[in-house]
């Protein structure tokens, strides 16, 4: 490889020797041509005239090469990936914070802000959270009391209770960390308020380090879809199954069996596991009752192991995860926001446009388009989604819009829909003047909404290109319903005497009943 590039330097150099020599040779038989049939001065002038010339092209060719060169040689500078979970959350956090920054609703930004305060304070929790999940009769509470009382000697205080449970914490003695448990209701209640409840408790989870699902059997079809569900979300979790002292040990083996198949390569078979968190009484010989403790060694072992092993990572995987959704609820707080803006702008200008149209009516069909979509209303779009268009810019991508809305028929296609849709039985200039007007205001929006989309995507049309974000824009406003109401709409904006004409016919009818 490196002697072809050798041979190519020479060969260049060699042409580069050739055509210099060549050059001189030219030069100099030029010279002597020029001063023996007219004067040396002349001829000397017209030789640097000559080298003059030829050193503005090589110049010239050199900048052109050295831009072509920088061009290549400049490389796109890949995204700084954060080394740590931890920096990915705190850039998540910066990247949030610019995002509340433009957010305009101010309710809206104090609680985006708030929930990012929060989750920076939580970066620095010295405890671990587990959440409980499971049908009411899953025997939730059960295993929560077994723990706080097997654990802590005694049930300890909640620590809070929300609308989906109550918090209280334990400690295990191969846990650095004190660790919190939440109790949530049934999931599976029928009705609007269990609804509610499963979205609540669901928001827990998200919010938990470890989560303990617990089934009293065979996962049922409803079981089966809230635990699908919680491991979308990417959190580490235990299935339990509890009440397996009301099993016989075969029975047992064989529930255990079927619950691993309806999860299989979504589980690890390590993390389910058999306990009894309440077992049933036991009657003596004697006839006394017996109330064995409850059997919770297959459930503390592999929690311990996990939170041991991966408490630092489960914290740093759930703040992260956290902050990932509270950003995503960022961005679609200011898209929606920016969206309604947009739609503001467009909104505007379709009625200037009708307007404009009103005052000075453009008879020729094709020029609606041109007075319709507006390069300042593009300029103001692109604005609103952070791109800086220069009115030239805005002209440019009016025209190719212009172009496309005349090349599809949607012009012709949007006066015959406003012709139908008015109804009117005056004079041709003022059922032209009125056509044309609503006309120009319908065009606008088709093109607004269709930059709309084209901001919204980076600047980019997407795979169809041009023509089918405006042919789609075109059929999602031409719906019945929405062009009665468009029309109404543009009775109202335009002059009072336009409508006053609209309505001049019932006028004359009501006269003569």
Request: with cysteine; aromatic share 6%; proline share 4%.
């Amino acid at each position: 490889m490196r002697s072809a590039r050798l041979w190519l330097l020479l060969l260049g150099l060699a042409v580069v020797l050739l055509l210099t020599l060549w050059l001189a040779l030219s030069l100099a038989q030029l010279y002597q041509t020029i001063a023996a049939l007219s004067s040396p001065t002349l001829a000397t002038l017209m030789v640097v005239g000559v080298l003059m010339i030829f050193g503005v092209l090589i110049a010239g060719l050199l900048f052109i090469l050295l831009n072509l060169w920088r061009g290549r040689q400049k490389k796109v500078r890949p995204p700084v990936i954060p080394e740590s979970k931890s920096e990915a959350v705190s850039e998540n956090l910066r990247s949030i914070r610019r995002q509340v920054s433009q957010i305009q609703d101010e309710v809206a930004r104090q609680s985006l802000l708030a929930k990012s305060q929060s989750l920076e304070s939580s970066a620095t929790r010295q405890y671990l959270k587990i959440v409980v999940f499971g049908a009411g009769s899953a025997g939730k509470t059960s295993l929560v009391n077994a723990l706080i009382g097997r654990m802590a000697g005694r049930v300890s205080p909640t620590i809070g209770t929300t609308t989906v449970g109550e918090t209280y914490q334990f400690s295990l003695p191969e846990v650095a960390q004190d660790l919190w448990i939440t109790d949530t209701p049934g999931l599976l209640e029928v009705g609007v308020a269990g609804t509610a409840r499963e979205q609540a408790a669901r928001q827990l989870a998200t919010e938990a380090d470890l989560l303990l699902f617990l089934v009293e059997g065979d996962l049922t079809q409803s079981e089966y879809r809230v635990l699908r569900s919680l491991l979308e979300i990417g959190k580490r979790l235990l299935l339990v199954f509890n009440k397996t002292d009301r099993y016989p040990p075969p029975d047992r083996t064989a529930v255990l069996d079927q619950i691993a198949d309806r999860v299989r390569g979504q589980l690890d078979p390590d993390d389910i596991v058999a306990i009894a968190a309440h077992p049933q009484p036991v009657q003596l010989a004697s006839g006394e009752w017996l109330q064995p403790d409850p059997d919770l060694q297959a459930l503390l072992k592999p929690m311990a192991q996990i939170l041991v092993a991966e408490g630092a990572d489960l914290l740093a995987d759930n703040l992260l995860l956290q902050s990932m959704r509270l950003g995503d609820e960022a961005r679609q707080m200011l898209e929606r926001q920016r969206l309604r803006n947009a739609e503001k702008i467009v909104e505007r200008f379709q009625w200037i446009g009708a307007g404009v149209i009103w005052v000075t009516p453009i008879p020729v069909v094709d020029l609606l388009a041109a007075a319709a979509v507006n390069a300042q209303m593009v300029v103001e779009i692109g604005q609103v989604y952070g791109c800086e268009l220069t009115f030239e810019r805005g002209r440019e991508l009016a025209l190719s819009l212009i172009k496309t809305l005349a090349g599809l028929g949607i012009v012709r296609g949007v006066i015959e829909i406003v012709t139908l849709s008015l109804e009117l039985s005056i004079g041709g200039y003022l059922i032209g003047k009125s056509i044309h007007s609503i006309s120009a205001a319908y065009l606008t929006r088709i093109a607004g909404k269709s930059f709309i989309e084209y901001f919204r995507q980076d600047q980019d049309w997407g795979d169809g290109g041009i023509s089918e974000v405006v042919q789609r824009q075109y059929e999602l406003n031409r719906r019945e319903e929405f062009i009665k109401a468009f029309v109404q709409e543009a009775i109202a904006k335009l002059p009072e005497h336009f409508s006053q004409l609209m309505h001049k016919p019932e006028t004359q009818e009501s006269s003569q009943d």
